[in-house]
């Protein structure tokens, strides 16, 4: 009776243990199919083809609005780790002044070419040692009021 009481027991915890450690995936962005990339031809498809067939754009460029940007990516978070990305892919889709798309890349390969930056911003003015976080609230605080 108490060796399958046990034997339960290890049994659950071994499940959730194993349930714990398994990743966990998300989309972000727009990631766009080969499929899609063909549907699109370039000096035929229009604006509202290119919205019909990969919907809206990620983001267009800052200073050239004839230059749309779908990016898509793919990661897998297992427990407390950051995030790790398993696919990612960045389409352009530039136009003409028309609105006929003059251009498709797959700039997947070429992302060398795009600055990103994966740091962090520092933000100073609160940047406190121990001591201080410690101690900061000591004479901060006004006596009572004498009535």
């Known amino acids: ?9 290890f049994s659950c915890v071994v499940m959730v243990a ?4 398994s990743p966990v995936k ?3 962005g727009n990631m766009i199919e080969n499929h899609q990339m063909q549907a699109i031809t370039a000096g035929e498809s229009t604006r509202s083809d290119v919205l019909r067939v990969m919907g809206s754009p990620t983001t267009v460029s ?3 609005p004839n230059v749309w940007y779908y990016i898509g990516q793919d990661t897998e978070k297992r427990g407390i780790l950051d995030p790790k990305v398993v696919d990612e892919r ?4 530039v136009f003409n002044g028309e609105g006929v798309v003059d251009d498709i890349q797959d700039i997947e ?3 060398e070419d795009i600055p990103i930056a ?8 609160n940047d ?3 001591s201080q976080q410690l101690l900061g609230n000591l004479g901060r605080f006004n006596p009572p009021a004498k009535k």
Request: proline letters at 3%; charged letters at 15%; glycine letters at 6%.
């Open 1 to 9: 009776m108490y060796a399958s009481v046990n034997f339960l027991r």
């Open 18 to 21: 194993l349930a714990a450690c």
């Open 26 to 28: 998300a989309k972000r």
């Open 62 to 64: 800052t200073f050239n």
């Open 90 to 93: 960045i389409v352009a889709v």
């Open 109 to 111: 390969n070429g992302r």
């Open 118 to 125: 994966r740091n962090k911003t520092p933000t100073h003015g």
């Open 128 to 130: 406190l040692t121990f």
